[in-house]
């Protein structure tokens, strides 16, 4: 926030505002402990960033694009906070190390893995990606 004031970058500037909100509202949420983690600070980014791009389809929907050029621009800025999200073959790699250390056995093997990968791949990969990948290297498409 400081060095988006120092370049004089308004957009940046009131965005980075409205995440800090955010961030301190979500911290007050039962069981998050008052505490912003990187868990908490990706989660809420990428609610953020979802609902800038949805707001920004409603607004072109609308025919008002200015309004969704602006939305477009803030989900822009909050991106750039996010880690960068695992390739196919990254994520591939991560499912299998996850498949290796559980060692899945039965017809909970699934979620064995589902709970694990997810938690080790929390703001990397989305869990329908996750979930997807754990499937087809489980054999259960």
């Given at each position: 926030?400081?060095?988006?004031?120092?370049?004089?970058?308004?957009?940046?500037?009131?965005?980075?505002?409205?995440?800090?909100?955010?961030?301190?509202?979500?911290?007050?949420?039962?069981?998050?402990?008052?505490?912003?983690?990187?868990?908490l600070a990706v989660r809420v980014?990428?609610?953020?960033?979802?609902?800038?791009?949805?707001?920004?389809?409603?607004?072109?929907?609308?025919?008002?694009?200015?309004?969704?050029?602006?939305?477009?621009?803030?989900?822009?800025?909050?991106?750039?906070?996010?880690?960068?999200?695992?390739?196919?073959a990254q994520l591939e790699t991560?499912?299998?190390?996850?498949?290796?250390?559980?060692?899945?056995?039965?017809?909970?093997?699934?979620?064995?893995?589902?709970?694990?990968?997810?938690?080790?791949?929390?703001?990397?990969?989305?869990?329908?990606e996750i979930a997807a990948t754990?499937?087809?290297?489980?054999?259960?498409?």
């Amino acid at each position: 926030m400081f060095a988006a004031r120092k370049r004089r970058d308004q957009m940046a500037t009131s965005t980075l505002g409205m995440l800090k909100s955010e961030l301190v509202k979500a911290s007050k949420e039962p069981g998050v402990g008052g505490r912003v983690g990187d868990e908490l600070a990706v989660r809420v980014i990428r609610r953020e960033v979802k609902r800038r791009e949805e707001a920004a389809e409603a607004y072109r929907a609308a025919g008002r694009p200015e309004a969704a050029e602006r939305e477009e621009r803030e989900a822009s800025v909050l991106r750039g906070y996010l880690p960068p999200p695992l390739t196919p073959a990254q994520l591939e790699t991560e499912v299998r190390r996850v498949i290796d250390d559980v060692r899945p056995q039965g017809p909970g093997g699934f979620g064995q893995v589902m709970k694990e990968a997810t938690r080790r791949l929390t703001g990397r990969a989305e869990g329908g990606e996750i979930a997807a990948t754990a499937r087809r290297l489980l054999g259960q498409e």
